[in-house]
T-cell receptor
């Protein structure tokens, strides 16, 4: 099992460009999450999907959109990147106890 | 009310010593309190977790102490090792239909040999 995989690992964008971060899990988990991690701010929830076909906003959704393509895949799209979106993005999935989320390796995004 | 406050921001401990990280919360609806460990360049990984009806949970050298009345919980790392050097995050689960995790801001632990 690969667990949670994310692509790409690194990305540099110019302000105004768009891109999609991909996430897939092979653990048959129902719920999937997108977080951003910034120094001194912990992990903040951007969007989540409690089950296939549903998505909901988290704490910091502005500037992002998501798609739960199927049970395995959950993508995060930046339509018009801004320097404030420079961050490390983590995808996570969950099946079991409420807090037991499994994280991917992250995507480091720089917007210039 | 949705915040989880974590301290200290950074911690230096000698090998063999005890590392203690503290967290506090306000929302009494939180129903699950995990700790995550993150090494540089990696995603966070679940280390240990506790439910609010338990006052202590121990797994090897790692112990969570939970004080429901004070709305505080802490992670103790006994016999700290250089391999424990990482960033530690406490979190609280919101419960209900959403089951979202609220994370603390993290503690960077350095264990000196």
């Amino acid at each position: 099992n690969a667990g949670v995989t994310q692509t790409p690992k690194f990305q540099v964008l110019k302000t105004g460009q768009s891109m999609t971060l991909q996430c897939a899990q092979d653990m048959n988990h129902n719920s999937m999450y997108w977080y951003r991690q910034d120094p001194g701010m912990g992990l903040r929830l951007i969007y989540y999907s409690a089950s296939e076909g549903t998505t909901d906003k988290g704490e910091v959704p502005n500037g992002y959109n998501v798609s739960r393509l199927n049970k395995r895949e959950f993508s995060l799209r930046l339509e018009s990147a801004a320097p404030s979106q420079t961050s490390v993005y983590f995808c996570a999935s969950r099946m079991g106890p409420p807090g037991e989320q499994y994280f991917g390796p992250g995507t480091r995004l720089t917007v210039t | 009310q949705q915040q989880v406050k974590q301290s200290p921001q950074s911690l230096i401990v000698q090998k063999g010593g005890i590392s203690i990280i503290n967290c506090a919360y306000e929302n009494t609806a939180f129903d699950y309190f995990p700790w995550y460990q993150q090494f540089p360049g990696k995603g966070p990984a679940l280390l240990i977790a506790i439910r609010p009806d338990v006052s202590e949970k121990k797994e090897g050298r790692f112990t969570i102490s939970f004080n429901k009345s004070a709305k505080q919980f802490s992670l103790h790392i006994m016999d700290s090792q250089p391999g424990d050097s990482a960033t530690y995050f406490c979190a609280a689960n919101s419960g209900g239909a959403t089951n979202k995790l609220i994370f603390g801001t993290g503690t960077l632990l350095a264990v000196q040999p």
